[in-house]
């Protein structure tokens, strides 16, 4: 007679509590993937602010322009200064209304908006997550970008 071969009832119960018990603790770990995706176009962008505001402030110490208010030139563009960092406003980059901090990076605008010295993911649900607020320099302290990244 032959032997018929296969799986057990049992066998197959266990199998299938076993691809539920991992299916359970792994998709967690891909659900939340956009959410991460804003995060860390969000933290690029905090570095390029940072950048931004280490190679201007140097551009001004050159200068010795760490006075309260002026502007560096950079190519045909001026951009305006608040204790030798960048400002936070942005004008038309002519002399006496220079650039701010947001025309010193370049960002996707359909991406990350920008409005008065704060950046927002746009696809944030909330206006009070997902953002870098750029912080002007005063006298004393320097320029810095402060972010707020969770609930993206």
């Given at each position: 007679m032959k032997k018929v071969q296969g799986f057990t009832l049992i066998e197959l119960i266990i199998v299938i509590i076993i691809l539920g018990i991992l299916a359970v603790t792994a998709a967690p770990k891909f659900i939340n993937l956009s959410g991460d995706a804003k995060a860390s176009v969000m933290q690029?962008?905090?570095?390029?602010?940072?950048?931004?505001?280490?190679?201007?402030?140097?551009?001004?110490?050159?200068?010795?322009?760490?006075?309260?208010?002026?502007?560096?030139?950079?190519g045909t563009e001026y951009y305006a200064l608040v204790h030798g960092y960048p400002a936070d406003a942005s004008g038309d980059g002519t002399t006496g209304d220079g650039y701010g901090i947001d025309k010193l990076i370049e960002v996707d605008s359909s991406v990350v908006s920008f409005a008065t010295?704060?950046?927002t993911h746009a696809s944030a649900t909330d206006g009070t997550v997902c953002k870098i607020e750029y912080k002007e320099a005063k006298e004393g302290t320097k320029a810095s970008a402060e972010s707020t990244l969770t609930g993206c």
């Open positions: 690029g962008v905090e570095a390029s602010i940072n950048s931004a505001i280490v190679g201007i402030h140097a551009k001004a110490l050159i200068n010795g322009q760490t006075a309260s208010t002026g502007e560096v030139k950079i010295a704060t950046f």
